[in-house]
């Protein structure tokens, strides 16, 4: 049994907060790249182009790559011969959260009822998803969501009988109805089968995953390649202008389901595809 205290998960949650709102992972950076070499439109390399340098900026200056913080999500894979000590670890990472969006000057943009809508003034309550895995590491993954993107973002209760065209459909019918108001270049995550729930979060697992990783599932990864290319083929481009980089990446993930159904989400991401790990 090892033992973690709320405190070092406070820390690290912290630092993680205001690290990831400041500089995107290198991955991220290399795919934006990568779109500018091969966009087509001068207008669209163009605003590719700004977004290098608005990344630039914000790295040389620790500020925030974009004014939309986001809500933070945050994915605790907590292994079985761990024990926490010193408080409830929900508590220890709100108030992780509390202090990374407080000392790092970060947007404050969550309400604490959805319809009553009064602000929080310190970004919590976070989302927090816990896993329980063999071993006796902690592992976090930060991933601040903005807004713009996530109303983009869709659930579809397929039938069986829709198979692998209807699952295609719905990528390109999400993206072609978020358009522009999505900030791209975007990133698209995508979660195939479980329940209702259960396909919502493995698209938003598949935002945390690196964009230059393919899934270990053959049939997946060369449906990964298809719709991105056919994303990039539908001509909304950088900034909703037009060209060919619609999207930098796009990851699938996926789970057994029930005979009578075929789950699908789609998680919409905006270019700022903000993730960061770590292992305590």
């Known amino acids: 049994m090892r033992t973690i205290s709320t405190e070092e998960i406070t820390k690290n949650i912290k630092e993680m907060c205001m690290e990831v709102n400041i500089r995107l992972s290198d991955d991220v950076k ?29 790295c040389e200056n620790q500020i925030p790559i974009c004014q939309d913080t986001g809500m933070t999500v945050v994915f605790l894979q907590i292994g079985q011969e761990v024990h926490i000590e010193g408080g409830f670890i929900g508590d220890a990472v709100n108030e992780g959260i509390r202090q990374g969006y407080e000392e790092g000057y970060l947007r404050k943009s969550v309400v604490g009822d959805p319809l009553i809508r009064e602000n929080t003034k310190d970004n919590t309550p976070g989302i927090i998803h816990y896993e329980i895995v063999p071993g006796d590491q902690l592992g976090i993954t930060v991933a601040p969501k903005g807004f713009g993107s996530e109303n983009m973002s869709r659930v579809f209760m397929l039938k069986p009988a829709d198979g ?36 919502a979060l493995l698209a938003k697992k598949a935002l945390t995953r690196d964009l230059d990783s393919r899934s270990p599932i053959p049939y997946i990864s060369k449906l990964e390649e298809e719709m991105l290319e056919k994303i990039n083929a539908l001509g909304i481009g950088p900034g909703g202008l037009g060209g060919r980089v619609t999207a930098i990446g796009l990851n699938i993930e996926t789970y057994p389901t029930h005979i009578a159904g075929l789950p699908v989400a789609v998680n919409v991401c905006c270019h700022v595809n903000r993730h960061s790990k770590r292992t305590l």
Do not use: W, Y
């Open 164 to 199: 692998i065209e209807g699952v295609k459909q719905a990528i390109l019918e999400t993206v072609q109805n978020a358009g522009p108001n999505a900030c791209p270049p975007m990133v698209i995550g995508v979660g195939i089968g479980g329940t209702f729930e259960k396909c």
């Open 30 to 58: 290399a795919a934006i790249h990568a779109g500018r070499e091969k966009e087509e439109s001068v207008i669209g390399r163009q605003i590719l182009g700004q977004l290098e340098e608005n990344m630039d900026i914000a």
